[in-house]
């Protein structure tokens, strides 16, 4: 659906064509999106229920809760006390019973945020031009 009809379909109240643009412009993007632009929305009812939960609940709650996201999320990537703290709340929060190593932590953030650059990497190093050409073939 456009961006139009997903401002729509939550009543009007959220401004995902802003949203988008400004989290674009973030991460110095040069991409801008218009209103006509299609976006997939996989869950119709999630967005309607998000929309009505964030109508009614005070900005400073939403506020500290992405704050504290954030640092759950990137917690365990910064320095050795935060991680200790981090490394006992989940031992009570779900009974881990060890600390991730660092390096394996930062694998797994290299290969989901980076995939697609992994997975490159991966085929430059482990096929040959042959197998590449097999590839291209088949398509």
């Known amino acids: 659906m456009s961006f139009t009809k997903f401002f729509e379909l939550t009543s009007n109240k959220v401004d995902w064509l802003n949203l988008t643009n400004r ?3 973030a991460v110095n993007s040069s991409v801008q ?3 006509q632009e299609l976006v997939i929305v996989e869950d119709i009812p999630y967005y309607k229920g998000v929309t009505q ?3 009614k609940t005070p900005n400073k709650v939403i506020a500290n809760y992405f704050g504290w996201m954030i640092a759950m999320n990137l917690g365990d990537i ?3 006390k935060f991680r200790k703290n981090e490394f006992e709340f989940q031992k009570v929060n779900s ?7 660092l390096w394996r932590i930062c694998a797994y953030y290299l290969e989901t945020a980076l995939q697609y650059a992994v997975s490159r990497k991966y085929v430059d190093e482990n096929f040959t031009k042959k197998d590449k050409e097999e590839v ?4």
């Open 95 to 101: 009974g881990v019973e060890q600390q991730t190593e």
């Open 33 to 35: 999106l218009s209103p």
């Open 53 to 55: 939960l964030l109508e």
């Open 23 to 25: 989290i674009y412009k």
């Open 78 to 80: 910064t320095v050795e």
């Open 136 to 139: 291209r073939n088949i398509f």
